[in-house]
């Protein structure tokens, strides 16, 4: 469904299976990454956020919120989840880098000031595996999108 070209059989066939999956079909990214060596968690996230990047941007912040819950959730290895998805994002092309990266952000807002600050700090620590290049890119690409959104510009 997420790939708009796809015949129509095609996402009549994905509908019908999609209606037939449980509720907590979200939290399958996360089963998926917990039983991946972290060599293979780029890949995976990666597959996601190209269907991600298809989906409505309330949807597409879901998805990343997943993530980013998902590495609150893991502190032996939130770093290296977030990273992951930073790397992916980096490495999208700018039609999808942008959007990816305000989902980012999108996801970060509406927590608690203690969730939020954590979550930044975990974040703040994936940014700074990054080479400088890399790192100024991911900064002036949050704050931009923060800005845009009206929620504090406070990603260095």
């Known amino acids: ?6 015949a129509t059989p ?5 509908r019908a299976l999609l209606a037939r999956q449980p509720a907590g079909a979200a939290d ?16 995976v996230i990666r597959e996601e956020m190209v269907r991600a990047v298809e989906l409505t941007s ?16 893991r502190p032996g290895v ?17 039609q999808t880098y942008e959007p990816l990266v305000s989902a980012v ?11 939020t600050q954590r979550l930044r700090a975990v974040i703040g620590s994936a ?15 949050l704050n931009a999108a923060a800005r845009a959104a009206g929620q504090p510009v406070t990603w260095t």
């Open 105 to 115: 952000v999108a996801a970060c807002a509406g927590r608690s000031e203690p969730e």
């Open 58 to 73: 309330a949807q597409r912040c879901a998805v990343v919120s997943v993530v980013l819950d998902g590495a609150l959730a």
């Open 1 to 6: 469904l997420a790939v708009s070209s796809a």
């Open 127 to 141: 940014m700074a595996r990054f080479a400088l290049p890399q790192w100024q890119r991911l900064a002036a690409s």
């Open 10 to 14: 095609v996402r009549a066939q994905a």
């Open 28 to 43: 399958d990214l996360l089963t998926v990454l917990d039983a991946e060596d972290r060599d293979q968690w780029v890949p």
């Open 78 to 94: 939130s770093s290296d989840l977030v990273e992951s998805l930073l790397q992916v994002v980096i490495e999208a092309p700018p």
